[in-house]
């Protein structure tokens, strides 16, 4: 069982080189470096700050392993070693929990690796004795790594390679291509989201973004399973950052990908759900088109019926391009979290015909955060509960965001 145990100073191997002198020189050198090049400066830069060595794990898409990055003169296959999982290993701890780890009477401790609130992986830090660690030094080079690791995500392949374990489908490659960070924060809210079957999805989708104190969310579940429903799904978040980044309201969004629907893909109809909260002031704000209502969970129970509202037409249909639909509203309190979901999640079904439903869905939740999980962690726990319910064989696609209100106190 890892421990979370305070690093070390630099011990008996000399003065190391300031730390803001080693992150400057990585920074520098790292603006013309490939992927395995960042991971080789890493490594570098450990080196100089007093431990034998730093590798870089980084987390699969559907957080289950988190498999090294190659660095210069790794194995000829390209490799850097075996991946770790998520589960049962202190790589895996540092990574749900985001704290340090350190494995009793080993040389070998684990610094998270998080963009913001977004999780990427962990960092391996590896020196000759315990006392060769430096903790708030190499939480720094796992925050300098997680950055480039981000900036070069967007065009070197070996990042996009390390991040899966098999090839995606046509329509599962476009929608991944338009999503956002699976997990975005601020001190005040949190908005987590998750994906499945991953590497096959057709017609989910899911946005977030903040606007000042305002956070905006969007579930959207398009008709059909192919790479109609990814472009659809596509237009539709496409039309909602449009609308939303010209100052349009949740009614402008709904009548946009109405009328895109309409007019482009007419043979398309969609499901959504759109929301706004205002992280100040804790206001929540929503427009339902017959997606599944929304949870509302508060101290570690679902208010039943909390958000149900009057049911409006699906998008696709060219009604809402005359009519926008209407947006409802209610204060929410410090501490609430509020579940969007598709309907590809309740009506899972287990091998004899069981469905995962909407009781389980809100269970596996409370149950989670009830034990201190993180809104992203409670959601990893939640898909893999909702994949072994099914075998691992989904048959619709599985989309699932959960916000947190946290106002500072």
């Known amino acids: 069982m890892a421990d979370e145990t305070p690093a070390a100073g630099t011990g008996d191997h000399g003065p190391a080189p300031e730390l803001g002198d080693v992150l400057s020189s990585v920074l520098e050198r790292a603006h013309d470096a490939s992927a395995t090049g960042v991971a080789g400066l890493i490594d570098e830069a450990a080196a100089r700050l007093g431990i034998g060595g730093a590798t870089l794990y980084l987390a699969d898409l559907q957080q289950l392993w988190l498999t090294p990055l190659p660095r210069p003169g790794s194995a000829a296959d390209g490799t850097a070693g075996p991946p770790l999982a998520v589960d049962g290993t202190a790589a895996g701890l540092a990574y749900r929990t985001q704290r340090v780890q350190q494995a009793p009477g080993e040389a070998t401790s684990w610094f998270p690796m998080v963009d913001g609130v977004e999780r990427l992986g962990v960092l391996r830090a590896v020196g000759p004795s315990p006392e060769a660690r430096d903790r708030e030094a190499f939480q720094a080079l796992a925050s300098l790594a997680t950055l480039l690791v981000v900036s070069k995500g967007t065009h070197h392949e070996l990042l996009v390679a390390t991040e899966r374990t098999r090839a995606m489908t046509l329509q599962a490659e476009l929608l991944w291509a338009f999503l956002p960070p699976r997990t975005i924060g601020t001190e005040h809210a949190t908005s987590a989201a998750v994906l499945e079957p991953a590497y096959d999805v057709g017609g989910d989708a899911f946005d977030h973004s903040f606007i000042g104190s305002v956070l905006h969310l969007a579930v959207l579940d398009a008709m ?186």
């Open 224 to 409: 059909g399973h192919d790479l109609a429903s990814g472009g659809a799904s596509a237009v539709g978040l496409a039309a909602c950052r449009y609308t939303r980044r010209s100052g349009g309201s949740l009614g402008a969004i709904a009548t946009a990908i109405d009328r895109a629907l309409s007019e482009w893909i007419p043979d398309r109809l969609m499901t959504a759900c759109f929301a706004e909260l205002d992280t100040a002031t804790g206001d929540f704000t929503w427009i339902n088109c017959a997606h599944p209502t929304p949870l509302l969970i508060r101290d570690g129970r679902v208010l039943p019926g909390a958000l149900e509202r009057g049911a409006q037409l699906p998008l696709g249909l060219g009604f809402h391009s005359v009519d926008p639909p209407p947006p409802n509203r209610v204060r929410l309190q410090p501490g609430d979290r509020v579940l969007l979901y598709s309907d590809g999640i309740t009506e899972a079904r287990s091998p004899d015909g069981g469905l995962f439903g909407e009781e389980r869905l809100a269970d596996t939740v409370i149950r989670s955060t009830a034990t201190g999980d993180s809104a992203p962690e409670a959601l990893r726990r939640l898909i893999q509960n909702l994949l072994t319910h099914n075998a691992h064989r989904l048959r619709d696609d599985a989309t699932i965001l959960l916000l947190e209100w946290h106002p500072r106190r």
